[in-house]
Nanobody, 121 residues
Framework: QVQLVESGGGLVQAGGSLRLSCAPS????????MAWHRQAPGNQRELVAE???????KYADFVEGRFTISRDSAKNSVFLQMKSLNPEDTAVYYC???????????????WGQGTQVTVNT
């Protein structure tokens, strides 16, 4: 079964940078949109950035040019480069992918387990 595996979270000082990575474990048939969402304590999960198979990107307003989403189509991977982090960016960051796991399957939404990003003042 396909699982999305995230890495790159951690603790950083305000103004610092982190790079998140996500890749599926196991083989899959095809993958479409990939994205990063985040959820802070007491808040709903929210979209951070998404990237289509063709490379079109969309960012949440709060990103304000600080984050860059990219993907490696050959490896079905997605990345989130985050700069100028502030304490309000503290959250669990989740990888998302719309994919078909096998030829006999349908399009489905997959989520990673999440990686913690903590930004200290």
């Amino acid at each position: 079964q396909v699982q999305l595996v995230e890495s790159g979270g951690g603790l950083v000082q305000a103004g610092g940078s982190l790079r998140l990575s996500c890749a599926p474990s196991g083989s899959l048939f095809t993958i479409s949109t990939m994205a990063w969402h985040r959820q802070a304590p007491g808040n709903q999960r929210e979209l951070v950035a998404e990237i289509s198979r063709g490379g079109n990107v969309k960012y949440a307003d709060f990103v304000e040019g600080r984050f860059t989403i990219s993907r490696d189509s050959a490896k079905n991977s997605v990345f989130l480069q985050m700069k100028s982090l502030n304490p309000e960016d503290t959250a669990v960051y989740y990888c998302y992918a719309r994919l078909i796991p096998s030829l006999a399957s349908r399009w489905s939404d997959y989520w990673g387990q999440g990686t913690q990003v903590t930004v200290n003042t």
